[in-house]
């Protein structure tokens, strides 16, 4: 199975906003709403960011906001600010049973 | 507030089998909304799915892994294991233990909430 492809790095600066797109095959997305975003710092754990798409785990600022249109989701970051600085990975279930994850995207604050 | 503690070997011998447990505190690995999963990261790489298990021992595995990898579960210890056979240094990553969010308020869900802080392990002889 392929990873989803993301753009190897976005950047921004503060207060401006960034987006990150994850592209996957119709397989890989399907009909399915169970994509998420995971926020990575270096040397650290990933973090839920975004789950189904759109949803945001409490704990997590509104700044972070997820879609998706046709076999392409994206996260956007909105009011960036220097600790949003980090790696990003969008995740997605791609039918029987198997998940894929992204390439990742560093996310560079200006 | 749910914790998960990777353990293992730091090194691992080309063509052995590498050996991984994951103790779970702050909640029942029992719980039927959860999976229980393995992720993996090569040093300076992305993240790979590698497999999940349920408290009853059924398991779906990521299958470009599928033959080498075995999941175990251990509800009684609270804890779930992997291993990864004829290992070579393409396996040397970071190995990641998480909690798989799998049913909710009558729903499916797909996502790792909770993650371990990770375990490298090196493949070299």
């Known amino acids: 199975q392929s990873a989803l492809t993301q753009p190897p790095s976005a950047s921004g600066s503060p207060g401006q906003s960034v987006t990150i797109s994850c592209t996957g095959s119709s397989s890989d997305f399907g009909t399915y709403n169970y994509v998420s975003w995971y926020q990575q710092y270096p040397g650290k754990a990933p973090k839920l960011m975004i789950y189904?798409?759109?949803k945001r785990p409490s704990g997590v600022p509104d700044r972070f906001s997820g879609s998706k249109s046709g076999n392409t989701a994206s996260l956007t970051v909105s009011g960036l600010q220097a600790e949003d600085e980090a790696d990003y990975y969008c995740?997605?279930?791609?039918?029987?049973?198997?998940?894929?994850f992204g390439t990742g995207t560093k996310v560079t604050v200006l | 507030q749910v914790q998960l503690q990777e353990s293992g070997p730091g090194l691992v011998k080309p063509s052995e089998t590498l050996s991984l447990t994951c103790t779970v505190s702050g909640g029942s690995i029992s719980n039927s909304n959860f999976y229980w999963g393995w992720i993996r990261q090569p040093p300076g790489k992305g993240l790979e799915w590698i497999g999940n298990?349920?408290?009853?021992?059924?398991?779906y595995n990521n299958p470009s892994l599928k033959s080498r990898v075995t999941m175990s579960v251990d509800p009684s210890k609270n804890q779930f294991s992997l291993k990864l056979s004829a290992v070579t240094a393409a396996d040397t990553s970071m190995y990641y233990c998480a909690r798989f969010r799998y049913y909710d308020n009558g729903g499916y869900r797909h996502y790792f909430d909770y993650w371990g802080q990770g375990t490298l392990v090196s493949v070299s002889s």
């Open positions: 298990i349920y408290y009853t021992g059924s398991t």
């Open positions: 189904e798409i759109t």
């Open positions: 995740t997605s279930y791609a039918g029987t049973n198997n998940y894929v």
